[in-house]
């Protein structure tokens, strides 16, 4: 654990967290006896690979899943000990979700999908918060649109108004980048820094470097169990960074020698002779996937 | 505020696929549509009956001819004669205030160019006063006229209109069925008497109807007016006794004629509505449960599609309660809204049947309305529970992974 987080007062703290799935005879650990302290005002990414249990630890420390055994506290309370009338509580006032997804209801536009949490409050409200909200984002002017109308960036956008809306202490974020392009998802960890400048706890869950190096704390999980817990400085962020750089560089540069060779690129051909690029070698453009509800 | 909130969710979800809630509201759309129509039909032609035998008075005994058991089997009858009019208006004492014989049948009256299909009433003097039924113009038959089978009519108020017009009708000759009359009077608008329109009918004295019109020996009904209402029961025993006695009925033999009173008329009337009413809510009873199946139906499909919005509702702070309540809610506006239709259906239904027959009344009482939409209100939440449990019952993390 790094020194930053044992010195300030954790918003979340857990212990000894397990997860188990039983598929059948067998048991999946998808926690393996995870501690972790997350302090107000930390910004906190989570990496790992695919199936390494950190996803299962986010929906846990959000209280949306309840650990097989363990303790987690929000704040100094027991969250095991509270009802799901008292969990459905701390996750609507305490608590902000961004999904990789977005998963915004389609048939509503911006200003309701954002006014959702304000519901589940029970008590009246104006749109003028949910306007607030989007105008944090960036996204008052849009604010009649529905999911259908935005593009992959501004739906994330509207989800993160979304989370921040009823004012929540920490914000947790599952691969929040996962279904933009770079440039939508580096303006979107902005928003997110913008967020953590302002005084909200941040956790994050993503599997790409460039994005996790941007928090100030990095814990890698591995089969379960957190393997790493690091402070991210300046020195290290930049390495990273320019290491991805350059292999994006590099990538670029191998594009061009094969365009100039007078060689296309298909990927994922299903003619006779495949691809014809290197192995492990894939220039493809991501298309945002809005996962929204009808 | 929160639950008006849910209520406008519940709405926008069902715009959403209004076309599949309109669909799955069918049958619902036709059970209501079944009870509004139904329950309109049958207190209207109640309604219309009780009417038409409050125009008889409270006083009146109406006696038919009857049935009776011959070789196992119930025959027709025709037992009741002229002069069993007579012997009750002399025999009844002080029980029975007057007695008016009839004879209805129908048939074409003619002047000139002009005619009309009537109804034709062989009656006495009697009938006139015991109906407290006048002429406006002109005089109603007399005894004389019954006498001696007169060949003389009196005519409604609107056969008068219809044949003549605004010209006088007294003294001008008429054909009835090809016979010639001559017009003694016109009477009063009237409306109804005892189930006959009044003013469509022609009155021809009894005899002549019987003898000299229709060829029958034996009368279609009595009019007995009682003394007085407070014993009428009296007023029923005496008749029956002055009847089995002129009709040589045994001790053990059935009466060979009907006596109805008003009261018993209603409790009748009242028998048949149960039994119709029985019939027609059975049959929206299977509709509102085959509708009640299309909600459930559609109700599965909603909670399956929304999974992942569950999930985020869950997620940003819903508690299983306000799930529950979002899907019941839904059901239960699908199940309204489909009410409302059917109440429209069935009114419209009513009217088309009432429009094209031209015999059945159409009465819907404003309870039958509400009554209609708490059920369909009823049924639409009942039909709800499962999915709206299934719903509620959802895994958030489980939920927010569903593809």
């Known amino acids: 654990m790094s020194q930053e987080s044992a010195n300030t007062h954790p918003i979340l703290q857990a212990a000894q967290l397990r997860k188990e799935y039983r598929m059948g005879e067998s048991v999946v650990h998808a926690l393996d006896g995870v501690d972790i302290a997350i302090g107000a005002g930390e910004f906190v990414s989570i990496t790992g690979s695919s199936g390494s249990g950190k996803s299962t630890l986010m929906h846990i420390l959000g209280c949306l899943d309840r650990p097989t055994s363990g303790m987690l506290a929000f704040k100094g309370t027991l969250v095991s000990r509270m009802s799901d009338r008292q969990l459905a509580n701390l996750r609507n006032k305490n608590i902000g979700f961004v999904f990789q997804t977005f998963n915004l209801i389609n048939r509503t536009s911006a200003i309701e999908n954002v006014m959702v949490p304000l519901i589940y409050t029970r008590k009246s409200f104006s749109r003028s918060i949910a306007l607030e909200a989007l105008d944090k984002v960036g996204l008052k002017n849009r604010a009649k649109h529905t999911p259908g109308e935005l593009s992959g960036g501004e739906c994330q956008r509207v989800a993160i108004a979304r989370a921040i809306v009823n004012s929540p202490e920490v914000i947790l974020a599952d691969e929040p980048t996962g279904n933009l392009d770079t440039r939508t998802g580096t303006s979107i960890m902005e928003t997110f820094r913008s967020l953590h400048e302002s005084g909200i706890t941040i956790v994050l869950v993503t599997h790409e470097m460039d994005v996790a190096v941007q928090a100030n704390r990095m814990i890698h999980m591995k089969d379960g169990k957190i393997v790493e817990d690091l402070r991210v400085d300046d020195e290290y962020r930049n390495y990273v960074l320019q290491a991805a750089q350059s292999t994006q560089h590099e990538l670029l540069r191998a594009k061009d020698r094969m365009e100039k060779a007078g060689q296309k690129h298909r990927v994922g051909s299903g003619e006779p002779g495949g691809s014809t690029m290197e192995p492990g070698v894939v220039i493809d453009e991501i298309t945002p996937d809005r996962g929204g509800m009808d | 505020m929160f639950y008006l909130r849910i209520i406008w969710m519940a709405l926008r979800g069902l715009r959403t696929n209004l076309m599949r809630s309109m669909l799955a509201t069918i049958g619902v759309i036709i059970g209501v549509g079944a ?332 309870t039958t309305i509400i009554y209609a939409l708490v059920m369909a209100l009823v049924v639409g939440i009942i039909s709800g529970i499962y999915p709206a449990i299934r719903a509620s019952n959802l895994d958030p993390v489980m939920a927010l992974r569903y593809e």
């Open chain 2, 35 to 366: 009870v509004v129509s139904a329950v309109s039909i049958l207190q209207g032609s109640e309604k219309y009956f009780l009417d038409q035998f409050e125009s008889l008075g409270a006083d009146k005994i109406m006696v038919f001819n009857g049935q009776q058991q011959r070789g196992g089997r119930a025959m027709a009858v025709n037992s009741l004669k002229p002069e069993d009019a007579q012997v009750l208006a002399d025999e009844g004492g002080d029980l029975i205030k007057a007695v008016a014989p009839q004879y209805t049948g129908g048939g074409q009256i003619k002047y000139f160019r002009k005619n009309a299909y009537v109804s034709i009433l062989g009656a006495t003097p009697g009938y006139a006063e015991i109906n407290d039924y006048k002429p406006v113009r002109g005089s109603f038959i007399t005894r004389e006229d019954v006498r001696s089978s007169a060949m003389v009519v009196v005519l409604g108020h609107k056969v008068a209109r219809e044949l003549f017009g605004a010209l006088p009708a007294e003294g001008k000759s008429v054909k009835i069925n090809g016979k010639s009359f001559t017009v003694a009077g016109v009477m009063e608008e009237r409306g109804t008497i005892g189930f006959l329109e009044v003013d469509n009918q022609i009155i021809i004295p009894l005899s002549t109807a019987m003898d000299r019109m229709f060829g029958s020996k034996y009368l279609t009904s009595l009019i007995v007016q009682c003394a007085d209402t407070q014993k009428l029961d009296a007023c029923i025993e005496r008749t029956k006794i002055i009847l089995r006695q002129e009709h040589n009925l045994k001790a053990g033999d059935e009466d060979d004629f009907i006596t109805l009173t008003q009261e018993q008329f209603k409790r009748q009337l009242k028998q048949v509505a149960i039994i119709f009413a029985v019939v027609f809510y059975s049959i929206a009873g299977i509709s509102m449960v085959v509708g009640g199946i299309g909600i459930m139906n559609i109700m599965m499909v909603s909670v399956t599609e929304r999974t992942r919005e569950i999930g985020v509702r869950i997620a940003v702070g819903a508690r299983r309660i306000d799930i529950l309540l979002q899907f019941l809610l839904e059901a239960g506006i699908i199940s309204l809204f489909g009410g409302a239709l059917g109440v429209a259906c069935g009114m419209a239904m009513g009217d088309l049947l009432s429009k094209i027959t031209q015999v059945l009344q159409l009465y819907t009482p404003a």
